[in-house]
C-alpha cells in the first residue's frame, strides 16, 4: 500500500485559479482553461483524485508538445433528427465534452433524446462531471469513452483495450461512474507517485498475465478487467461494448490506435459518447425525483451487513468528501505539490497558499 506522506491542504478556489492561470500560460482560452481546471479540481472535492488536479504536469506536457490545440472546440460533422457525429478537432477533452453536453441537452429538448457521438477528442477527466450537467438540466446523463489501451482482452496479455468508463446521472442525485477494470489505472499511478510500492491483489496483472501486488509490475503489465480473474470476461465485454458505442460508431481511433497522456508522438484521438433523456417526456421532473428518492430510501432501509454503518448509494460517499473538502480544503500529496510547483516557476506563475 501507499506510504504515509504529508500531505498539503488547499482551498479548491485558490486551487482552480492556479490550474487556470497555468493553462492560460499555454495558450488556452480563459474560458476553455476555467473548464479544465472547473473538472479537474471538482474529482478533487469528490475524491476522485485519479481524475483530478494529478493530470495537469501530463496535460500540460501534451499540450506544450502540440499534441493538443488549446483553441479547438471542435465541430458537428453531421446532424440528423436526435443524433449528432460530433469532431473534436483535437481539443481539450473537457472542452469537447461541455460542448457535446450542450449539445445532447439541445437535441432531448426537441426529441426527447439527444445523442451525440464524438471522435478526435482527448481525456476529459471524470465522467461523472459530464453526467450531471445533463442532470442538472432534467435529463437523465448517460456517457461513455474508450481510452488509453491498458486492459488486455479477456484471457489475453496484451494491452488493447481502455478503463473505458460508464457512467448514468439522474435528476435527484444518484450518480454512477465507473471504469470496465477493477480500479481506474490513475489510482495505481497515484500510488507510484505517492512512492508506495504495493497495490491491494486482484487491482492489476504483470505483463505475463499473472496476479500482482507490485505498483511497477502492474505499471508494465495490464489493468484487472471488472469481475476479477474468475469473472473478468464481464468487465472485458463492457469494455468492448463501450469501444463499440464510442471508437467504432464515432469512426475514430479504436483499441491499441488510441493515444495516451503519457505519449507524446501523436495525438490522443479519444472518442466519447453522451446520451440526454429529457426525463419529462415520461414523468413531471417533481416526480421523478420523488421516486427516485422513494427507491434510494427503499435500499438503504434494507438490513445492514456486518462491518458496515449504512448502505450507500451511487455518488454518496463522493458527496460526503466533498462537503468535507470544501470545508476543509483539498489534500495535495507533496509528490504533487512539488510537480505543481516545478510547473509553476517554469510559466511563472504564483503559487496558492496552503491552508
Known amino acids: 500500500m501507499p506510504v504515509e506522506i504529508k500531505k498539503n491542504l488547499v482551498c479548491h478556489e485558490a486551487l482552480q485559479r492556479f490550474i487556470c492561470d497555468i493553462?492560460?500560460?499555454?495558450?488556452?482560452p480563459v474560458d476553455h482553461a476555467a473548464c479544465v481546471a472547473t473538472s479537474l479540481v471538482k474529482a478533487n472535492l469528490c475524491g476522485?483524485?485519479?481524475h483530478g488536479i494529478q493530470l495537469v504536469p501530463p496535460y500540460v506536457e501534451q499540450l506544450a508538445a502540440k499534441n493538443i490545440d488549446p483553441k479547438s472546440v471542435g465541430s458537428v460533422i453531421e446532424e440528423s433528427s436526435s443524433c449528432i457525429l460530433y469532431d473534436g478537432e483535437n481539443g481539450l477533452g473537457q472542452v469537447v465534452a461541455a460542448k457535446c453536453c450542450e449539445e445532447a441537452v439541445r437535441l432531448a429538448?426537441?426529441?426527447g433524446t439527444g445523442l451525440v457521438v464524438a471522435?478526435?477528442?482527448?481525456?476529459?477527466?471524470?465522467?461523472?462531471?459530464w453526467g450531471e450537467m445533463m442532470a442538472?438540466?432534467?435529463c437523465i446523463g448517460i456517457v461513455f469513452s474508450n481510452a488509453s489501451p491498458l486492459v488486455a482482452p479477456w484471457q489475453g496479455v496484451e494491452p488493447l483495450l481502455g478503463t473505458n468508463p460508464i457512467c448514468v446521472t439522474v435528476p435527484g442525485g444518484?450518480?454512477?461512474d465507473m471504469a470496465t477494470t477493477t480500479v481506474a489505472a490513475g489510482k495505481i499511478v497515484d500510488v507510484v507517485l505517492s512512492g508506495g510500492a504495493t497495490i491491494p491483489e486482484g487491482w492489476a496483472l504483470d505483463a505475463m498475465g499473472d496476479l500482482t501486488t507490485s505498483?511497477?509490475?502492474?505499471?508494465?503489465?495490464?489493468?484487472?478487467?471488472?469481475?476479477?480473474?474468475?469473472?473478468g470476461f464481464k468487465g472485458s465485454g463492457l469494455a468492448v461494448a463501450i469501444e463499440i458505442l464510442c471508437g467504432v460508431l464515432s469512426g475514430g481511433a479504436m483499441a491499441h490506435q488510441v493515444g495516451s497522456l503519457r505519449v507524446r508522438d501523436r495525438p490522443a484521438g479519444v472518442s466519447h459518447t453522451f446520451l440526454a433523456i429529457d426525463v419529462q417526456r415520461f414523468l413531471s421532473l417533481d416526480n421523478f425525483v420523488a421516486r427516485v428518492d422513494e427507491l434510494k430510501k427503499i435500499l438503504k432501509g434494507a438490513r445492514i451487513a456486518p462491518g458496515f454503518e449504512d448502505i450507500l448509494m451511487a455518488g454518496e460517499r463522493e458527496g460526503r468528501v466533498e462537503k468535507q473538502r470544501l470545508r476543509d480544503g483539498i489534500?495535495?500529496?507533496?509528490h504533487l505539490w512539488t510537480n505543481l510547483m516545478h510547473v509553476a516557476e517554469k510559466y511563472q506563475i504564483d503559487i496558492p497558499n496552503t491552508i
Open 23 to 28: 493553462f492560460c500560460r499555454l495558450h488556452v
Open 48 to 50: 476522485v483524485d485519479s
Open 109 to 111: 429538448r426537441g426529441f
Open 119 to 129: 471522435r478526435n477528442s482527448n481525456h476529459f477527466g471524470r465522467a461523472a462531471f
Open 136 to 138: 442538472l438540466e432534467g
Open 174 to 176: 444518484w450518480v454512477l
Open 215 to 231: 505498483a511497477t509490475a502492474a505499471m508494465k503489465g495490464t489493468l484487472m478487467p471488472l469481475g476479477g480473474k474468475d469473472a
Open 331 to 334: 489534500p495535495v500529496s507533496s
